[in-house]
């Protein structure tokens, strides 16, 4: 079978798998055995994709822009369009980098729940292997409708997540998540809808081309597809003021829960926008750009005040999720290659940074069965381990030279000073404000005598929980001293939508060349835009 | 004006009742395209004869399968092997094309699975005793719903619509110890003889205006633009009464009460079969409107999906959320219609096919749904459908919950259901035919309903179980077993390998 079908469907072959199992918990005669065997065999199930998901990274070729390890299997034919449907999944150099992402940080997080999930395993299984199955086919579907399914369908299984084993208020925010994700998927539907029965295919290559046609789009008809496309994957991202169901859907997740969300599924929303809303409608991106790069300058700022005022660890960490976010879409709506590798990078940089404080935050709960700033004080004194891997994430996060986050925020910062410096400028006083909170945090929590009795009791770091983390550990640094590593495999990618966003520049520019709907947009940004790095520029990397 | 009636062409069997012509019109091709009424007919009087001894009222349940089996069969050959001149039979009056093979073999299923529902439903009941009259009723009324399909006439439709619903005002009312029944029989038929008047008030306006009662005389004298105003009220009129049927805001206030009220394999029945018989017979009355109307009835619609998913949201009984529900997806199946209306009324088979398929998938589900709620008030007695009832069924019995909550995503539309699909070619007519606000709208009023699909779904998986586990064993007997595992096979089969019959409405066109 092909590979990139058995890395996408593995996850699920293996909830499947799960289910024949007998049930576990405080209900089924063997609870604990059974209960063991799922985490086994979701471990097991998941290390697998990992090894699969790794093995892809490290066999791409980034200098291609190219679909590579392409699968194809006929599904069914829409009516009106004749569109046919295809089980298509290909990777390039902007998604590669994700999948590989999700299958690695998935094992992890089946490793971390030993300590909080321990009622309803098998079902928590289940769930997560649907998930891991629904992401991984989000990044790799070349197929609109096909992903599409993936998009939506990874809904449910976080939904349940969140639900069942969530904190206090767990059902006010798992609907909050659930209702407001699918009003943006929805406003995509038809879109795609749209788009399908206009071009009829669903074939994301063909679409990309099609949509690059003179006239194809309309004359309004490109920016509403874009407005609706952006506004599923703004919502996602959470791009602010759609930002409101993060804290909550994170404060209450599990700790799993939470990882998977900030590590993989926000990116979901990123790589949309850079997939579609950049990939696909290039014109209506240059139009829209200085739109997207202010509520992303915006929300870097806007997200670390509201980091600073929080007290409970995960709402501040949630929030610093929005202003990391907002690094990522100022760096894909510069348009520029800085701004674009920046972008990227953030995408997975974010998800280790995050994901680790996520798991830090969850194995202190477990200790402490308290996450708020002042219930503690001098947790180093008695968990050393911990505090120096909680120092190792939060200067990660901030973005220290060494570590991951220096190069993505560095790259980001620089494409958007080519093209709107005041945004960049908004941009940098986050970088100081994200240190602000993230150290302020860090000396209310770790330093300064123990003031709460039961802090005595914190453990410190069990083999386990170590094994766990430092594989995220071990990219954290790889990544900042080598970032290349993960640059070059996009390389081929990025320089191809560079060259398509130079020639809707071009287009855009003279409107006599074609009609395109960039052209005819109120505001159209990209006449305003200085011509950072130009056509000639952009095809010679 | 009898004279006149009888000798219409196209008119039913000659009334007069000249056994000659009634032989001349059973052509073998007639036959054929009648197959599935006739074969639940002549289960209905086999059924009548046996529950007149004990013993023989043994093989009902054997008696009952056979028929819906043989009109399973002949509806299937109707789309395998379509008859010649798109099956239309008896002058014209009757189209057994294999539009109608896919409607009927669409109504059977529900009857069929509404039956399985009931086996065990009514064991506790005043009404058990009575099975036999409940299954008979219950078997004739696919037959009227394939007749409202079929018919090209206005008073085959209206024979059609007698045979479904006086059979319902009975079923609806079985439960005759409950209260709730009676009421349910009671309004249903007070407003149904009412919503039949005004069919039939239309029907005559009609035929006054332009003295045919055959729908495509009508079609084509209504579609040459020199319509009568006493047409035009005699088509709004007969919309009037399918709007009724199918539920349709201003005309759907009957519905909560009904269905609430009625035993719950019959609302089942109600929701799957009845509304989409209409609806059948929806998309021949649209060529009567002007295409000006698709705005207003786009809007109707619009009204209808919301008032049924705003009064869902604040409902406290499952069953009557459910009813709201359906409410909501009459509206949108009538955005199909809209559509309809909105483009060149002949190229309407592309969206009957998408009508056929969102039914078809509401069918497998509403009465997935529907069932497994009469499973558990059968096992849990009353009130077990209310919602604070449904708590923690997840730990309680995962199979009856998880089988709901597949059921509960399907009617949202989520993908990997046949819902998901439903929803998509719906919503795919209004953007062929350029009615993007009212498909906007019509997703977003979607995303309400997942608020109230997601509060039982929270109920049964989130919420710790307040009544005890049942033993072990207790989970299902063989009826709802086998009926809820149709319906759920249905549902992932539409949602997952659509092929099929993508191809085959595609093949309607």
Redesign the interface.
């Known amino acids: 079978m092909d590979s990139l079908a058995l890395l996408t469907f593995l996850p699920l072959a293996g909830a499947l798998a799960l289910l024949a199992l007998p049930?576990g918990g405080e209900?089924g005669p063997h609870g604990r055995r059974s209960d063991s065997a799922a985490r086994a065999l979701a471990l097991a199930v998941t290390g697998l994709t990992a090894f699969l998901g790794a093995r892809l990274f490290v066999g791409f070729d980034g200098s291609s822009a190219a679909l590579q390890r392409t699968f194809e299997r006929d599904?069914?034919?829409?009516?009106?369009s004749?569109a046919p449907v295809r089980l298509a999944l290909g990777v390039d150099g902007l998604s590669v980098t994700m999948a590989a992402l999700t299958a690695v940080l998935t094992p992890l997080v089946v490793l971390s729940t030993w300590g909080h999930v321990d009622r309803r395993v098998k079902e928590f299984m289940v769930w997560l292997l649907v998930m891991e199955t629904g992401m991984l086919g989000t990044f790799l579907a070349t197929d609109l409708v096909l992903f599409?399914?993936?998009w939506?369908?990874s809904l449910?299984p976080l939904?349940?997540i969140v639900?069942?084993w969530g904190g206090e208020c767990?059902?006010y925010a798992?609907?909050k998540f659930?209702?407001y994700t699918?009003?943006g998927s929805?406003?995509m539907?038809?879109a795609v809808?749209?788009l399908v029965?206009a071009a009829r295919t669903s074939s994301i290559p063909e679409l990309t081309e099609w949509a690059s046609r003179p006239g194809a789009l309309g004359a309004r008809g490109g920016a509403?597809l874009f407005l609706a496309f952006a506004a599923a994957f703004a919502i996602k991202v959470p791009l602010i003021p759609f930002h409101t169901w993060l804290p909550d859907a994170h404060t209450e997740a599990p700790t799993s829960g939470s990882v998977i969300l900030a590590g993989v599924l926000l990116k979901m929303g990123t790589y949309g926008l850079l997939r579609f809303c950049i990939g696909m409608f290039p014109a209506q991106a240059l139009a829209f750009a200085p739109w997207f790069m202010a509520l992303g300058a915006v929300g870097i700022a806007y997200g670390a005040f509201l980091a600073m005022a929080q007290n409970d660890l995960k709402r501040l960490i949630a929030c610093s999720s929005v202003s990391h976010l907002g690094y990522v879409v100022l760096g894909l709506f510069a348009l520029n290659q800085p701004g674009l590798r920046g972008g990227l990078l953030q995408m997975v940089n974010h998800g280790l940074s995050t994901g680790l404080l996520f798991l830090l935050v969850g194995m202190l709960y477990e200790r402490r069965h308290s996450r708020m700033l002042d219930q503690f004080g001098g947790v180093a004194l008695v968990a050393p381990a911990f505090a120096a891997w909680w120092v190792f994430a939060v200067l990660s996060s901030a973005g220290l030279p060494g570590l991951n986050g220096f190069v993505g925020e560095y790259l980001v910062l620089l494409g958007a000073w080519k093209v709107a410096p005041p945004w960049a400028a908004v941009a940098a006083s986050g970088v100081i404000l994200g240190a602000v909170y993230l150290l302020s945090a860090t000396r209310r929590m770790l330093f300064g005598p123990v003031v709460h009795a039961e802090t005595r009791h914190v453990g410190d770091l069990r083999p386990r929980e170590l094994a766990l983390m430092l594989p995220i550990g071990a990219l954290i640094v790889w990544f900042g001293v080598q970032p290349g590593a993960l640059l070059d495999k996009s390389a081929g990618s990025i320089a191809a939508l560079e060259a398509r966003i130079a020639r809707a520049r071009v287009a855009a520019a003279d409107p006599s060349i074609e009609d395109g709907a960039g052209a005819e947009l109120p505001g159209a940004g990209a006449a305003e835009l200085p011509a950072a790095i130009g056509p000639q520029e952009a095809v010679a990397r | 004006m009898i004279a006149n009636l009888t000798s219409i062409p196209g008119g039913p069997v000659d009334p007069g009742g000249d056994l000659g012509s009634l032989a001349r019109a059973l052509t073998p091709e007639a036959l054929a395209a009648l197959g599935a009424p006739l074969a639940l007919a002549a289960g209905v009087v086999l059924l009548l004869a046996c529950e007149l001894w004990p013993v023989t009222a043994r093989v009902r349940p054997a008696l009952v399968g056979a028929a819906l089996a043989a009109a399973a069969w002949c509806s299937w050959r109707l789309v395998a092997e379509p008859l010649p001149r798109g099956g239309l039979v008896f002058e014209g009056t009757f189209a057994a094309g294999p539009a109608l093979g896919l409607w009927s073999l669409a109504f059977v299923a529900a009857a069929a699975l509404a039956w399985a529902f009931s086996a065990g439903y009514y064991r506790r009941d005043a009404s058990a005793p009575f099975k036999g009259e409940h299954d008979l009723l219950l078997l004739s009324t696919p037959v009227g719903m394939i007749l409202m399909a079929g018919a090209r006439d206005l008073l085959v439709f209206f024979v059609g619509l007698e045979l479904l619903s006086i059979p319902l005002y009975a079923l609806a009312a079985f439960r005759r110890a409950r209260a709730t029944s009676v009421e349910a029989g009671l309004k249903y038929f007070l407003l149904g003889a009412f919503a039949s008047a005004l069919y039939l008030y239309g029907a005559a306006l009609l035929y006054a205006s332009s003295g045919t009662l055959a729908m495509a005389e009508l079609a084509a004298r209504f579609g040459a633009g020199s319509a009568p105003a006493l047409g035009q009220a005699g088509a709004a009129l007969v919309a009037a009464a399918l709007f009724f049927k199918i539920s349709v805001f201003p005309f759907h206030v009957w519905v909560p009460d009904v269905y609430q009220g009625s035993p719950t394999p019959v609302t089942a029945l109600m929701s799957a079969g009845t509304k989409a018989a209409a609806f059948a017979f929806l998309l021949r009355t649209c060529a009567l409107l002007p295409a000006s109307a698709a705005w207003s009835v786009a809007v109707l619609a619009l009204i209808t999906m919301a008032v049924g998913n705003l009064a869902a949201l604040v409902q406290e009984d499952a069953k009557r959320m459910l009813a709201y529900s359906s409410i909501a997806h009459a509206g949108n199946v009538v955005l199909a219609a809209a559509a309809l209306l909105a483009g060149d009324p002949r190229s309407s088979a592309?969206i009957e096919?998408?009508a056929i398929y969102y039914l078809a998938a509401y069918a497998f589900t509403a009465c997935g749904a529907f069932g497994i709620l009469a499973w558990l008030e059968a096992a849990d007695g009353e009130g077990a459908t209310r919602i604070e009832a449904l708590d923690g069924l997840a730990?309680r019995r995962?199979w009856s919950a998880a089988l709901l909550a597949l059921f509960l995503?399907s009617l949202g539309g989520?993908?990997?259901t046949g819902g998901?699909l439903g929803k998509?070619?719906v919503?795919?007519?209004l953007?062929?035919r350029d009615m993007?606000p009212a498909?906007?709208v019509g997703?977003?009023l979607?995303?309400v309903a997942?608020?109230y699909y997601?509060r039982l779904i929270?109920a049964m998986?989130?919420k710790p179980a307040r009544a005890a586990?049942p033993r072990p064993g207790d989970e299902w007997e063989l009826g709802p077993l086998v009926a809820g595992a149709v319906c759920a096979a249905g549902v992932l089969l539409l949602g997952v390998?659509?092929?099929w019959l993508?191809?085959t409405?595609?093949r309607l066109?």
Do not use: D, N
């Open positions: 049930a209900h599904w069914f034919t829409l009516p009106w004749h599409y399914f993936f939506e369908a449910v939904y349940f639900g069942i767990r059902l798992t609907l659930f209702l699918l009003a929805l406003l539907l038809v809808i749209w029965q509403w | 592309a096919g998408a730990q995962p995503l989520m993908p990997l998901f998509w070619l919503f795919g007519a953007v062929e993007m498909a906007v997703v977003l979607s995303v997942f608020a997601l929270v998986t989130m586990a390998v659509p092929g993508m191809e409405i595609e066109g």
